[in-house]
Every structure is written in C-alpha cells, then in structure tokens.
C-alpha cells in the first residue's frame, strides 16, 4: 500500500511550487477587493439591468488575475481576446448548429483554436463559449448578451489593474515595470540565447504558462544562487554519500589494496578500523617510495615482489597497509563535514598527501576528496562565473 499515495502524488499533484504564506494572503486579499471593486465597475456603467449582472465566467477569470497575475494568461489582451472572441462564436454555435451534444463542443473547440491562433488562451474563455451558445439556445438577444460580456471584460480589467498595482509587491500587466524600479533588461549568457529558447519552446510544441522573458530571469537568478553557494562550499556539498565510502583496514594484504585502488581508478585510498574511525591514508606513491631497483631488477619487478605476500611467519619488508600507511596521528589532513573546501585545497597543494579523508561529527569515514574533486568544483565555479560576467 506505501506504493499507492506516491504513485498517486506522482500523477495527480504538480510540482509547480506552492505559493508562500504573504502571496497567499496578497491573492485573497486581491480577489475580496477586485470583486468589491469589479460589481462597483458594474454598478456605476450606463447599462441596462440585464447587462450588469457578473457572468459565470468571470469567477474563473478573477482566480487567475488576482491569484496569478504574472501568468501570461491572466496578461490584458488573454483576458479581452479570450472573452471576447469567444463569446460570439459560443452564441453563433448555439444559434445556428441544430441542438445535440455536439453544440457545447462546437463552441469549446471553436474558442480553442480561435484564441491559441490569436495568441490570447485565456481558460475562462472556454466556459464563456458555453454559456454563450446556452444563452442562444435559450433565446437571449445576441446584443445585449455581447454587451453583458463588454461590460464584464472592461469592469475587471479596471478593478485588476486597480488592485494589483495597489498591493504591495506585485503589478499589473506583467509588461510595465514598477514605478519604484528600474527594470534591468534581460541579457542572456553566450551559451543561452534568445534564439536557443525560441527553438527549445518550439520544440517542447505545447503550451507553457510562463514568459520567455520570465525564464530568462529565471535563469539568471538561479546563477546568482549558485555563484553565492560556491563560495561557501562545504565538504558536505561535494561528497556523495549515497553509499560508504571505499577503504582498506590495517590488516588488509597490500596486493589486495593494489587492485581494490586499480579497480576504482584512485591514488589514494583511506585506512580506517572496525569502527570506521580514520587511522590512516594509503597512496600509490606509497608503494613506490618503499620499494628500490635492485641490481638486474627493475622497479617494476620489486613492486611486484612487494605485493606478493611473503610464505614464512616473519618478514622483514611490510605486507599490509598498516606497516606502510601514513598514520593520522603523524600530521595526517583528515577534513570534517562543515570544513571549507579551501582548506582541503591547501592541504592538497601542500604536496603532502594526495588526498583528505572527510569525516563525520563522529570521526567516521564519510568519504574523501582528492585534487580530481577540487579541479571539478574550480570548473564549476569558473563556467559560473564566465555565465555571471556575460550576463
């Protein structure tokens, strides 16, 4: 059953962010003063009785401008060309397609294809097709019911454009900037173009609820974020800790930690106990600096003879890593979690062991890095950088 609710969340629920608790609170105070403010507009038009009245419709209208204004569907020209394009056609479906099933679909699919031509899909215009085409099966004059949506259409956009400029953090239409900034124009780094996401948008072929403008500020802003977290990057931040990290013991044989080293391609691996407390480093310079060319042997030949473990009971050359080892207690760098990575830098560039250990509050192996690690995080700071500057 632990399946069900995420199978369910995965498919039912959107990832879109929830909204915070402020912008919740701005959006219902929004919509309880548009509303007060769009049956004011209503009010006070000289218009008959029966074009006043607030159309259906224009709930759905009001959820989007007040509670997502920044939406390109809650834009003026979604909202005047969705209701407006939409409502003769609904009428036009109702009035002269024999009645059936077929007329409510008519009329949505109609303002469908209609508003994503024109560029103003606004989903409210949906149901004011419906209710159009109902109005004209019903055999309400066409005049005065394109009046009632003339008047709804204008009256919101007033109260929209009223409140949201009003409140404290947002405004309206998206396209004016506030009156207490200045906008700064959207540059995008060489390797983001104007081009490039014209081409991904066409690409993806479906509609999506946000600008290009707005992804490229986006993007620029997720660049400011990452550029402020590498300069404070932790241990923490660049160790994968998804599964325990490689190490050898003091008893492990040194041929076997020569292949455990060649299997996962490293210099340098971490000697710890039972408790996985770090006792020690082992290096393939390790191995090298033990053995000499003796007289008609070459180097690699006493390595070999070094990895081969010796038959008697007594030997005098080392055989397992902790007779070779560097030991911790002898001035071994061993980092912690909430360490910089500057300082596991230093200690790297100090040529005096190729790798740190990291350890936990605990003094547990957590992992290590080596100058591999510290040359992917400088990468990763300099295309940063690089995308700041050109931006």
């Known amino acids: 059953m632990t399946?069900?609710?995420?199978?369910?969340?995965?498919?039912?629920?959107?990832?879109?962010?929830?909204?915070?608790?402020?912008?919740?609170?701005?959006?219902?105070?929004?919509?309880?003063?548009?509303?007060?403010?769009?049956?004011?507009?209503?009010?006070?038009?000289?218009?008959?009785?029966?074009?006043?009245?607030?159309?259906?419709?224009?709930?759905?209208?009001?959820?989007?401008?007040?509670?997502?204004?920044?939406?390109?569907?809650?834009?003026?020209?979604?909202?005047?060309?969705?209701?407006?394009?939409?409502?003769?056609?609904?009428?036009?479906?109702?009035?002269?397609?024999?009645?059936?099933?077929?007329?409510?679909?008519?009329?949505?699919?109609?303002?469908?294809?209609?508003?994503?031509?024109?560029?103003?899909?606004?989903?409210?215009?949906?149901?004011?097709?419906?209710?159009?085409?109902?109005?004209?099966?019903?055999?309400?004059?066409?005049?005065?019911?394109?009046?009632?949506?003339?008047?709804?259409?204008?009256?919101?956009?007033?109260?929209?454009?009223?409140?949201?400029?009003?409140?404290?953090?947002?405004?309206?239409?998206?396209?004016?900037?506030?009156?207490?900034?200045?906008?700064?124009?959207?540059?995008?780094?060489?390797?983001?173009?104007?081009?490039?996401?014209?081409?991904?948008?066409?690409?993806?072929?479906?509609?999506?609820?946000?600008?290009?403008?707005?992804?490229?500020?986006l993007y620029e802003r997720t660049l400011r974020h990452a550029f402020k977290r590498m300069h404070r990057l932790r241990c923490a931040d660049v160790l994968d800790t998804s599964q325990p990290a490689p190490a050898l013991e003091f008893a492990t044989p040194l041929g076997d930690a020569w292949l455990l080293m060649r299997r996962l391609r490293v210099d340098a691996l971490p000697v710890i106990d039972r408790s996985r407390r770090v006792i020690g480093l082992l290096a393939l310079e390790d191995f090298l600096n033990t053995v000499s060319p003796e007289a008609g042997r070459s180097l690699g030949e006493s390595v070999k003879q070094l990895l081969t473990r010796s038959p008697d009971t007594h030997s005098e050359r080392a055989e397992v890593v902790g007779q070779m080892m560097r030991e911790a207690r002898a001035g071994l760098k061993v980092a912690r979690m909430h360490d910089s990575l500057a300082e596991v830098a230093e200690a790297l560039s100090a040529g005096h062991q190729p790798a740190v250990p990291v350890v936990n509050g605990a003094h547990r192996l957590v992992g290590m890095l080596d100058r591999g690690d510290m040359v992917a995080a400088l990468y990763h700071r300099m295309q940063i950088e690089d995308a700041m500057r050109a931006g």
């Not at 759905?60 to 997502?68: W, Y």
């Not at 909202?79 to 679909?105: H, K, N, Q, R, T």
């Not at 055999?139 to 400029?165: D, E, K, Q, R, Y």
């Not at 072929?205 to 992804?215: M, N, P």
Request: proline share 10%; hydrophobic share 55%.
């Open 3 to 217: 399946g069900l609710p995420e199978l369910l969340r995965r498919h039912l629920v959107s990832d879109a962010p929830p909204l915070s608790r402020a912008e919740r609170w701005r959006s219902t105070l929004a919509g309880f003063l548009g509303l007060l403010l769009f049956e004011g507009v209503l009010f006070v038009l000289p218009l008959g009785p029966d074009e006043k009245h607030v159309l259906a419709p224009l709930g759905a209208t009001s959820v989007i401008l007040f509670a997502l204004p920044h939406s390109p569907l809650a834009q003026p020209w979604s909202v005047i060309g969705g209701l407006m394009l939409a409502a003769p056609l609904g009428y036009a479906c109702g009035l002269w397609l024999p009645a059936g099933p077929w007329v409510m679909a008519a009329a949505l699919a109609a303002s469908i294809w209609l508003t994503a031509w024109a560029r103003c899909i606004h989903p409210p215009a949906g149901a004011m097709a419906l209710t159009m085409a109902m109005a004209a099966a019903h055999g309400t004059p066409f005049g005065p019911s394109m009046w009632a949506v003339f008047a709804n259409t204008l009256a919101i956009l007033v109260a929209v454009m009223v409140v949201n400029n009003l409140i404290p953090g947002r405004h309206y239409p998206q396209g004016t900037p506030p009156a207490v900034q200045k906008q700064r124009a959207h540059t995008v780094p060489p390797a983001l173009t104007h081009k490039d996401m014209a081409a991904a948008l066409h690409e993806i072929d479906g509609f999506l609820d946000v600008r290009e403008d707005d992804l490229v500020d």
